[in-house]
């Protein structure tokens, strides 16, 4: 139940669950309002709340790839650690994490990269306000509703070049991560 929960942002369109995100971090949703209640403030249409919409829009971006590292390890390092006495945590913490490296580099990349180019969940949950909550993605729409090619042509550049080095990056550190580890 919850690997489909958090495997929904890759089916579900943007707009779905900027809605309801919408709808439960709200003045008048449940988890909003009592937040606001509480004195926190209003989570919608402010930097927090593309916070928030972006880590669950991104979700499956990172858990994926460190759910995958794990399993890739196998019993085998635990159980030699177990016969060695290191607890449930030491077993965990001094030989699953570091292990699992290379599954930690890449789900930080994706979730960071995916986040910066979502559109859909971040216009629900964040609107368009200048200097506040627009972002990127937001403005290469706005530049080609407004006609304005050049522009749209430079952001949407800037993205692909962007997209383009975090892969690379992630790729490096991962090859260098195997190297140092033979």
Do not use: C, K
């Not at 449940?30 to 593309?50: D, M, N």
């Not at 635990?78 to 060695?84: D, M, Q, Y």
């Not at 790729?171 to 260098?176: D, K, P, T």
């Amino acid at each position: 139940v919850i690997e489909s929960l958090v495997a929904m942002p890759l089916v579900l369109p943007p707009t779905v669950l900027g809605f309801y995100l919408l709808f439960l971090l709200g003045p008048n949703g449940p988890i909003g309002g009592t937040w606001e209640l509480w004195g926190g403030p209003r989570l919608v249409f402010s930097f927090a709340g593309l916070v928030i919409g972006s880590v669950l829009y991104s979700l499956p971006f990172v858990v994926q790839p460190i759910q995958n590292a794990f399993m890739a390890i196998g019993d085998r390092p635990l159980e030699v650690a177990a016969t060695l006495g290191a607890s449930h945590w030491n077993r965990f913490w001094t030989v699953a994490v570091p292990m699992a490296r290379r599954g930690f580099i890449t789900a930080a990349a994706l979730g960071f990269a995916h986040t910066v180019g979502e559109f859909g969940v971040v216009l629900m949950i964040g609107g368009n306000i200048p200097d506040r909550t627009r972002v990127i993605s937001i403005a290469i729409y706005d530049s080609v509703e407004a006609l304005n090619y050049p522009q749209a042509h430079i952001l949407s550049a800037m993205m692909i070049a962007f997209s383009f080095f975090v892969f690379l990056l992630v790729y490096a550190m991962n090859r260098r991560a195997d190297v140092m580890s033979r």
